[in-house]
């Protein structure tokens, strides 16, 4: 069974400018997540779709992130336009069941750099 | 204070010792709990979760304390391949959104 994807799994963009994440979960996990690690901090909770729905997203930094889930497959980051604390890895995650009860998967990340 | 605790470390011990982390936690809500362990420039990946029985699977074993907030993960004959940082992930009680600590680092050398 296919894991957890993301691509690009690294990109480095110039301030000002806009970078679109994506990450493809395991196919029927209804939930997934996306999470942001910065440098010598811990893993932060961004948002939390269920299928399509936003379900929670007061992870959210600011409005310069966009999420989307379209069709409830595959979502998408959009950060425009990038400063340069939004640099970090932006982990993906996925489960069945919601991830505070059961294992979520995560994918290998996305290594952002914001220079 | 952190919702969620860990000493960073790292811990530097040899093959077959035995090493403890522990994991404090601020929301005395809080109703799950996991150690998820993190290769170096992997995703992290679960290692156990951690029931209010505690729970063992092999050299590893996991308890829950909740009158004093923490959990622990214990490794029994530590191996070269356990090096990695161990995660403790604590959901947020009222919410089912997870919370992570740092990590702790652990070295397993020779």
């Known amino acids: 069974e296919a894991g957890v994807t993301q691509f690009p799994s690294h990109s480095v963009i110039e301030k000002g400018q806009t970078v679109t994440l994506r990450c493809d979960p395991i196919?029927?996990?209804?939930?997934l997540y996306w999470y942001r690690r910065v440098m010598g901090k811990e893993i932060k909770f961004l948002l939390h779709?269920?299928?399509?729905?936003?379900?929670?997203e007061s992870g959210m930094p600011n409005n310069r992130f966009l999420a989307e889930r379209t069709g409830g497959t595959y979502s998408t980051l959009k950060v425009q336009p990038a400063e340069l604390e939004d640099s970090g890895v932006y982990f993906c995650?996925?489960?069945?069941?919601?991830?505070?009860?059961?294992?979520?998967?995560f994918g290998p990340g996305t290594r952002l750099t914001v220079t | 204070r952190k919702e969620v605790e860990q000493d960073p470390g790292p811990f530097n011990v040899p093959e077959g010792a035995t090493v403890a982390f522990n994991c404090t936690y601020s929301?005395?809500?809080?109703?799950?709990f996991f150690w998820y362990r993190q290769d170096c420039r992997k995703e992290p990946k679960l290692l156990m979760s951690?029931?209010?029985s505690g729970n063992e699977d092999g050299r590893f074993t996991a308890q829950l304390n909740r009158a004093s907030q923490y959990i622990s993960l214990l490794i029994r004959d530590s191996k070269l391949s356990d090096s990695a940082t161990y995660l403790c992930?604590?959901?947020?009680?009222?919410?089912?959104?997870?919370?992570f600590g740092r990590g702790t680092s652990l070295i397993v050398h020779p």
């Open positions: 995650a996925s489960s069945q069941g919601l991830a505070g009860v059961e294992e979520q998967y």
């Open positions: 196919s029927g996990h209804d939930n």
């Open positions: 779709f269920v299928k399509e729905s936003k379900q929670d």
């Open positions: 929301n005395s809500a809080s109703q799950s």
């Open positions: 951690v029931y209010s």
């Open positions: 992930v604590v959901n947020g009680g009222g919410s089912y959104i997870p919370t």
